[in-house]
């Protein structure tokens, strides 16, 4: 029996594509998402680090680490919160979905507002030789709250099924040494398979 299946994962056949939003089965935001969450949490371990070593060569080191990661989360946030506009526009007012993906957005851009002043101020800083009380307290702020916004996510995506191509009763759960791609065909590429 075949052990691994990469490539309908990652091809773009047989799915509809979305605009910003992605692909039917791969959407855009997920797949982003990831960085400021890291982000945030690295950097506010980075941060604590420094600080517990102030004057130290590695505290000085942890304190740029943070201040990078802080910086990229944030970068990479912005470009997260305007697909996860899109997809927000994809919700019924009036459900719990979109109340749910209200929560997970406030929490998400509270996060990011944290970790951008926690930035800024650990880039006017930088020389230092590590981060301020300030710093560390919105880093470490910005870490939990990107946490609680993160399972709020999680939630929509697990619990609700948002934005999720349905697995439930399809060939990929059955017992089978052929990968299929999202329109139905084999993998290999030997003309398109058929329910049977």
Known sequence: MARFSFRPAFTMRGRAFQ?????????????LVHVPIAGYLLGAVFDIVAAFGRGTAWSRDAFVAATWLLTAGVVVAALAALTGLVDWRTTEAGTQVRRTANSHALLMVTATVLALVAAVLSWTGYGASGPSALVVVLAVVAAVVVVAGATLGGALVYDY?????????????EHSDVDRMPDGSPADGRGRMTAG
């Open 19 to 31: 605009g910003p939003a992605g692909w039917d089965g791969a959407p855009t935001h997920p797949a």
């Open 161 to 173: 099924g948002f934005r999720v191509v349905s697995s439930t009763s399809t060939p990929e759960w």
